[in-house]
Nanobody, 115 residues
Framework: VQLVESGGGLVQAGGSLRLSCAAS????????MAWYRQALGKQRELVAA???????DYLDSVKGRFTISRDNAKNTVYLQMNSLKPEDTAVYYC??????????WGQGTQVTVCS
């Protein structure tokens, strides 16, 4: 499985960005996909996840502001981020989780929110 992210950038606080993650390869084996982020000097954390059945889960601090979705026809997962805050600044990584437990990561995309 290969994952390619896009959509990061610089935005002012209160603004919006949409991240995309295009999957290719053995995508039939993917159970869930997720977005993680890692801020400078901090551990990587789970931001949002979506299962093959459409179930979603979010980090408490992004609930109501971020929305994860998937387009199965395009093998793409999105993260719509609204009302961005400076504390959302991080490198965002796409993650794919297979049924057998294997995981794959994208290269990461930088999101910077300035106040």
């Amino acid at each position: 499985v290969q994952l390619v992210e896009s959509g990061g950038g610089l935005v002012q606080a209160g603004g919006s960005l949409r991240l995309s993650c295009a999957a290719s390869g053995s995508i039939f084996s993917i159970n869930a996909m997720a977005w993680y982020r890692q801020a400078l000097g901090k551990q990587r954390e789970l931001v949002a996840a979506i299962t093959s059945g459409g179930g979603t889960d979010y980090l408490d601090s992004v609930k109501g502001r971020f929305t994860i979705s998937r387009d199965n026809a395009k093998n793409t997962v999105y993260l719509q981020m609204n009302s961005l805050k400076p504390e959302d600044t991080a490198v965002y990584y796409c993650n794919a989780h297979e049924w057998d437990g294997r995981q794959y990561w994208g290269q990461g995309t930088q999101v910077t929110v300035c106040s």
